[in-house]
């Protein structure tokens, strides 16, 4: 069996305030999105934008977070191929003209649920009710986030920044990292761990075998408290509703706990330092209590406990994808 590996993206844009996608038809009658083999050399994000410009003319930017992948099979030449496609996202802005390439025979742009009908096969029409129901997520938290911004003015006796800082990462993540509030890096750059607890950060994240664009990162408070000092209780609970809003819309199956700010939030613990690496099943959710970055700065014979920690987020994932696989 021969195997390819190919990238494409779904297209999207908002006219007359609907949703549409764009799909090209083929010589034979079907429809498909904008795809082809990745080249060598070349990222499967590469591949998706150069399918994209060459198959419709279109220059677009994709989105950061989202990507999907299915396998299928096919005969060709009286060969089986086995092809693994990675599907990105990609909004379309303005009303750029739509230039075919000449192996399709047109285009057309439909409603999901047009899609839905009229898309011969199941896998794309799986990923596309996954996209719409990203974009739909995508929508709500964006509406959440302002309206969250807008707490300062609201609020009595607010001492902490008027910048919200936003969570960052894909909102079908599995895996939140819950820390405590943004410091003063991230107050000007509207980021989360972007500073020295955000690299070392980073690297907990790679030791758990994961990587930064595939979690979701996001603060208890997300707002730069003056002097970088710890939310107050008040605080916290201004901010709890907006949280826990964010966590039901992501769905994870798993937020790791970083520090006792967040592990006090979600768990009722305070002391971290004799709780650390304990797990905790709560409506659903799978929680991992660990040290905050920050404190393994701090001090340095922390990070082989936060390493640890992350080790063992490492195993609950690969523990879940055990279970989910069937023997």
């Known amino acids: 069996m021969k195997f390819e590996y190919s990238a494409g993206a779904f297209v999207y844009r908002n006219k007359d305030g609907k949703r549409?996608?764009?799909?090209?038809?083929?010589?034979e009658g079907w429809l498909g999105i904008p795809k082809g083999h990745i080249e060598k050399g070349e990222t499967a994000e590469q591949a998706a934008m150069r399918e994209i410009r060459e198959e419709s003319g279109l220059?677009?930017?994709?989105?950061?977070?989202?990507?999907?992948?299915f396998s299928y099979w096919f005969v060709f030449n009286?060969?089986?191929?086995?092809?693994?496609?990675?599907?990105?996202?990609?909004?379309?802005?303005?009303k750029?003209?739509?230039t075919i390439s000449e192996e399709h025979a047109g285009f057309k742009w439909l409603t999901y649920d047009q899609s839905m009908k009229q898309l011969k096969y199941r896998n794309?029409?799986?990923?596309l009710k996954r996209v719409d129901d990203y974009i739909n997520r995508q929508e709500r938290m964006e509406g959440l986030n302002l309206e969250y911004a807008e707490l300062p003015n609201r609020t009595d006796g607010w001492d902490l920044s008027k910048t919200l800082v936003p969570g960052e990462g894909p909102l079908d993540a599995e895996v939140v990292l819950l820390g405590q509030a943004p410091g003063r890096n991230e107050d000007i750059q509207r980021r989360p761990f972007i500073g020295v607890s955000g690299r070392l950060l980073d690297q907990m994240i790679q030791v758990a075998g994961l990587k930064r664009d595939r979690v979701y990162i996001l603060s208890t408070v997300q707002f730069f408290p003056?002097?970088?000092?710890?939310p107050t209780d008040e605080e916290i609970e201004w901010c709890r509703p907006f949280l826990m809003r964010q966590i039901k819309m992501i769905k994870p199956k798993i937020v790791v706990?970083?520090?006792s700010v967040a592990s006090k939030e979600m768990l009722g613990i305070a002391n971290v330092m004799s709780e650390h690496g304990k797990v905790a099943e709560k409506e659903g959710i799978t929680y991992l209590v660990t040290i905050h970055p920050a404190a393994a700065i701090r001090m340095k014979k922390f990070t082989p406990l936060l390493e640890d920690d992350f080790r063992k987020l490492r195993d609950l994932i690969q523990g879940k994808k055990e279970r989910k696989t069937p023997a």
């Open 20 to 27: 549409q996608y764009l799909f090209l038809k083929s010589e």
């Open 59 to 69: 220059e677009v930017a994709l989105d950061k977070f989202f990507r999907d992948k």
């Open 78 to 94: 009286n060969e089986k191929i086995h092809k693994d496609l990675t599907v990105f996202l990609a909004k379309l802005e303005g």
């Open 96 to 98: 750029p003209k739509v």
């Open 124 to 127: 794309l029409k799986g990923i």
């Open 226 to 230: 003056p002097e970088n000092r710890a």
């Open 257 to 259: 706990l970083l520090g």
